[in-house]
C-alpha cells in the first residue's frame, strides 16, 4: 500500500511540475539562447506517423451516436488525446492542456480546427460523466468527448496506439491530423498550449513534411558530459538515436540513487542489441555543484557504464534544455521523477515514473524502439 501511494504521490508531483513547466514555457518561448524563426511544432515528438482511422461506433457527450470517422475526422484538421473522467493524474492537466488550445485557437474551433478527447474508461464514463466532465473544463462546440461500447473503444484505442493495460498508467500523447490529407503526428499531451495549437493549425494545411528539425526544438545548447567533454545537446545525444532522459543530481540521497538503480534494472532486462543501442541520459539539476568529477564519482558508485551520459554546464543552458524537456524545477530537491524515453528516427516518446515497475520501463523502452508509444 505504501509503494502505491508513493508512486501516485510521484505521479502527481511530475504532472504539477510539467504543467508549472508549461506556463513557464509561454513566457519564455522567445528567450531561447538559440533564436529561431522555426516553429517547435517539429519537436521529435511531432514526427510523421502512419495511422489508418477506424469507423467505429461512438457516443458523445451529448448522447449522439457518431461514427469515429465518418462524422469527427473525416476532411478535418483534428488534435486527438486520451483520458478518463476519474483520473486524478495527467488527464486534468491534459484536459486544461485542450482547454487552453480552444482558447489559442478563437473562432476557428468548430470551423475548420477540432479537438477530441476519447475516453480509456467506456465502462465507467458514460455521456453523462463526460458531459459533467466537459462542462467543469470550459469545452466549447468543436471540441468533443467521446465514449461507447468497450469493445469498440478497444479497437479504437489500439488503431491509434494509445492502448493501455492498466488505464491509470496510459501516457499523455496527443495525436495531431489532418483526415482530409491522412497525415498525422503524435505530440506530447503535456506540451504547452500554443504549441500544440501551431502544430493544429499546420494539420489544417495537409502539409506532409515537419517544417523544423528536432534540434531546434530541443535545443543544440553546449553541455559537458562526465568526462568533462563538450557536447551540444541534441547532435550528439539524442539525433538519430533511441533514448531515455531522466534527472537528478549527485547530493540527493533519497529518490535519484533508487530511480538510477531502478533504471539500470530495467536496461539489464533488454536485449542485447537494443541495450547496445540506447543512451541513457541523466541530467544534474544542480548544475553548479556538480562539476564532470561529481558525475564521474556518482557514475562509478552506481555502476553506469558508457551508455550512460551524465550531463551538467552552464546553469542557464542546462535550465533551458530542462525546460524544453518539461523537467525544469526552480527547487533541486522537488525535481521530477519522470523519465521520458524516445526514438528520434520516428518521433515516438513516452513519459513514465522513473519509480515505475523495471519490467513496465523495459517494454516501454522495446515499444518505443519499435516506433510506438503504447505500453
Known sequence: MGSALFRLSAIILAGLLSFAAQDRASSHETQSHETSNQSPVAA????????????????DQNGRKLKFYRDLVKGRAVAINFIFTTCRTICPMLTATFGAVQEDVGDRLGRDLFLISISLDPENDTAFELSAY?????????????????ADIAILLKALNASAPVTEDHTAIALIGNGAANTWRRAYGLDSAPVI????????????????????????????????????????????????????????????????????????????????????????VDPEEDTPEKLRDFAKDHGLDDRWTLLTGKKE????????????????????TSVLIGNDRTGAWLKLLAMSQPEMIARSIKSVAAGKVAQ
Not at 49 to 59: E, F, Q
Not at 317 to 336: F, P, S, T
Open 317 to 336: 543552458n542546462i535550465d533551458w534544455v530542462l525546460h524544453k524537456l518539461g523537467l525544469y524545477v526552480e527547487d533541486r530537491a522537488q525535481h521530477d
Open 197 to 284: 495549437a501551431a502544430a493544429l493549425r499546420q494539420a489544417a494545411t495537409g502539409e506532409t513534411k515537419v517544417k523544423a528539425g528536432a534540434a531546434s526544438y530541443f535545443t543544440n545548447l553546449q553541455l559537458i558530459d562526465q568526462q568533462g567533454r563538450a557536447v551540444r545537446f541534441y547532435d550528439d545525444t539524442l539525433h538519430d538515436r533511441v533514448i531515455l532522459i531522466t534527472s537528478f543530481f549527485t547530493g540527493c540521497s533519497d529518490i535519484c540513487p533508487m530511480a538510477i538503480e531502478n533504471l539500470r534494472d530495467a536496461e539489464k532486462m533488454l536485449p542485447e542489441s537494443l541495450g547496445r543501442e540506447i543512451r541513457m541520459i541523466a541530467i544534474s
Open 134 to 150: 466537459a462542462q467543469k473544463f470550459g469545452a466549447k462546440p468543436g471540441w468533443t468527448f467521446v465514449t461507447g461500447q468497450p
Open 44 to 59: 521529435a515528438g511531432f514526427a510523421p506517423i502512419a495511422l489508418t482511422i477506424p469507423d467505429t461506433d461512438v457516443i
